[in-house]
């Protein structure tokens, strides 16, 4: 084929296939087929191939991915990225409304899903997609164009030669989500807890390939600057941004009073079930953009604006059966088995009822009827008991006393609620602490899902964690297990391999010394530079370290006075383990940047102002009441009366388990 015809054609094909794209994924409309698609597709790589110079800029091979990022570059939003004021009920509706008719405004309302996942800016140059950065902390995100650019509903070009920014949503759908969770139970992976999660966590891959495969997608709903397109309401960029090709909710509504407002508020929630999309609440926005400039904005969030937050969901199923799960410190949970029900688009079957004191407060027997709720990305809680739909045939709960795995009789530490299994040969706690050292904050090595690790331990390939490092020996044994496979094997070797280089402190935290939580691990890492050193440290070096404290530095002295534990380390050096520090890796945190904190009770592995501390170097802040605007409280022993009143306004709870694992401490 000729030059100009090659030049001619592939032009012809990246259009065509563009506006099938565009007709299927944002219209939901296809005027071709799969397989006329697929045909013009393959036509367009074969010519891409020959002649690479010619790819157009917006050519929808870009779209499967395979550019892979070293890390994510910062981006400064020239105009910042607010978030919204979240309101709860319909009376502080009518007071908003109220506020503005006050300052002069008659208000035309627009009314909004707000999407569960998370937000987007997108610049367009001469309309060609430039950059695509998340939210970040509201003045600084991050660069993730390369794996927006998988994502279907994002134009790569736009049908104008027009220089914009818009900023909207991205959402990985409930159906992708359960598609996904499903291939992930079979491989035995971690599951995606909620939609947003998911879709935050594919958007922060470095590889866009993964990104790609998750199907994600877009809702847009906000244009920063609209005088400049000389757009003189919400509603009028709402409908140019459709124009220009983005994906909008067929959802949105103008109304013109409070009470149509309250309307669809109510019309919305109904809907809310079949949606094939999470969304968590309504966003209220004055449609003028002359009296949205005449409101202003406050320090964080816009005045013209409301988002009203759908209270937590409830839901009632039966509590089959109370179990007891042993960690890897011999610590005993009784956990719930429910019947599986869905709440908040998540399937739950099990949740921590934490320890004895807890299922005794709550009254709990077997075969009672529950209410289980889950707030937002929180890990479920089990409320109450229907006491009224008790039928007699409850059947009390019963602390154990002996380990439910080894039968050691348990024990309890005078004045705590918690019973231990100290027999440190206990299969549970090994199998635990062989999960720990593969984890994610530890050595992060992929593919150990719980099952995995034990039925190698039942099957004596892993019986200490110098075996992990001779799986290698089982290759073949581990192949011919059922549900293994030759891929997944050689995955996982290659993950355990390269977890021999990891810097220092991800196998001093994967140690399990008691006491000794990621960040500590890292303190000493950076202390240290090698294990050798500190192994022969004494208390009173470890205590001269800030942030290393009396209980911590005798536990790690302790440690490694066992003569166990110091062979393991040899084991481990010999190996070829690197037992150096490498200097700092960065440390991402979605789960406190820009959120705020409220902390009540007394924590029992860290003071108060520590736990501030982390809060702070993770992005977020932290205050002293709870109120609507609060993100998260974190409970302590004894609680106060702000516990109360953050389950009143239905904020997310934090036991301080759950802050230890979202700081990645557990
Ligand atoms: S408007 C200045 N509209 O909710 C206005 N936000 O707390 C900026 N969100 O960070 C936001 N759906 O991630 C807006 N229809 C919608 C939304 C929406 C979801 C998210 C967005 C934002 C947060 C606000």
Redesign the pocket.
């Known amino acids: 084929m000729k030059m100009e015809d090659a030049t001619k054609r592939i032009e012809e094909l990246t259009n065509l296939l563009n506006q099938a794209n565009y007709d299927y994924y944002v219209l939901d409309y296809s005027k071709i087929t799969d397989q006329e698609y697929d045909k013009y597709l393959r036509e367009l790589e074969e010519l891409e191939a020959l002649y690479p110079h010619l790819a157009m800029e917006d050519s929808p091979t870009k779209r499967v991915g395979g550019e892979v990022i070293d890390a994510f570059q910062k981006v400064e939003h020239t105009i910042p ?4 004021k ?1 309101v709860f009920s319909e009376s502080e509706i009518v007071d908003f409304d109220r506020s503005i008719r006050k300052s002069g405004v008659v208000p035309t309302y627009f009314c ?8 987007v800016s997108l610049h367009y140059e001469d309309g060609v997609l430039t950059k695509a950065a998340t ?1 970040g902390n509201g003045v600084v995100g991050e660069d993730i164009t390369h794996n927006v650019k998988t994502i279907k509903t994002v134009p790569l070009r736009l049908p104008e030669k027009v220089t914009i920014e818009v ?1 909207g ?1 991205i959402f990985m759908s409930k159906e992708t989500l359960q598609k996904i969770n499903k291939e992930r139970e079979k491989e035995n992976l971690p599951l995606l807890q909620n939609p947003r999660n998911a879709a935050a966590g594919s958007i922060r891959q470095l590889d866009s390939k993964v990104a790609a495969k998750r199907g994600l997608d877009t ?1 847009i ?2 244009l920063p600057n609209p005088q400049d397109y000389g757009l003189s309401s919400h509603h009028e960029a709402i409908e140019y941004m459709k124009k220009l090709g983005f994906k909008t ?1 067929p959802n949105n509504r103008l109304v013109h009073s409070v009470q149509e407002v309250l309307d669809y508020i109510s019309e919305k929630a109904a809907l809310r079930p079949s949606l094939p999309y999470e969304i968590d609440g309504i ?1 209220i ?1 004055v449609d003028s953009i002359a009296s949205q400039q005449e409101l202003g904005f406050t320090a964080r ?2 005045k013209w ?1 409301v ?1 009203y937050k759908f209270p937590a969901e409830e839901v009632l199923t039966k509590l089959k059966d109370i179990i007891f799960t042993v960690g890897r410190t011999g610590q005993i949970t009784p956990n719930a088995v429910l019947d599986p029900v869905i709440v908040m688009g998540s399937t739950i079957s099990r949740a921590t009822l934490h320890n004895e004191d807890y299922v005794k407060e709550k009254n709990l027997m077997i075969n009672d009827i529950v209410s289980i709720r889950k707030a937002g990305d929180v890990i479920p809680e089990v409320v109450e008991v229907k006491k009224e739909r008790r039928t007699g045939n409850e059947v009390p709960f019963k602390m154990i006393t002996e380990c439910p795995i080894c039968r050691t009789p348990l024990q309890k530490k005078a004045g705590q609620v918690d019973y231990f299994c100290m027999n440190e040969k206990c299969p549970a706690r090994k199998v635990e602490g062989f999960i720990h050292f593969v984890s994610r904050p530890a050595m992060n090595i992929d593919g150990f899902g719980t099952r995995i690790m034990e039925d190698f331990y039942n099957f004596g390939f892993i019986k200490s964690i110098i075996d992990i490092y001779k799986l290698e020996n089982h290759k073949e044994d581990l192949i011919r297990l059922e549900g293994y496979g030759e891929k997944s094997v050689n995955n996982l070797l290659e993950a355990i391999e390269n977890s021999k280089k990891n810097s220092l402190e991800r196998l001093i935290f994967g140690l399990g010394i008691t006491h000794v939580g990621s960040k500590t691990a890292k303190i000493l890492a950076s202390h240290f530079g090698t294990l050798d050193a500190l192994m022969n440290a004494s208390i009173d070096t470890l205590t001269s370290i800030p942030d290393v404290g009396g209980i911590i530095a005798e536990s790690i002295v302790s440690y490694f006075q066992n003569e166990e534990n110091r062979q393991l380390v040899e084991h481990l050096k010999e190996l070829g383990l690197n037992m150096k520090y490498l200097g700092t890796e960065i440390v991402e945190d979605e789960n406190f940047a820009g959120k705020s904190f409220v902390l009540t009770g007394t924590l029992s592995k860290m003071g108060r102002n520590e736990a501030k501390k982390l809060i702070e170097s993770r992005g977020g802040t932290t205050v002293e009441s709870v109120s609507r605007k609060t993100s998260c409280v974190i409970v302590g022993e004894n609680p106060g009366s702000k516990y109360e009143k953050a389950r009143e306004l239905g904020i997310p709870i934090w036991s301080e388990k759950d802050f230890l694992g979202k700081l990645g401490n557990l």
């Open positions: 990225m607010l978030s919204l979240d909004e899903l707000k999407i569960d996942g998370l937000s939210r900023r949503e809702f709903y906000h909710n966003v926005k969030t816009p604006a988002a």
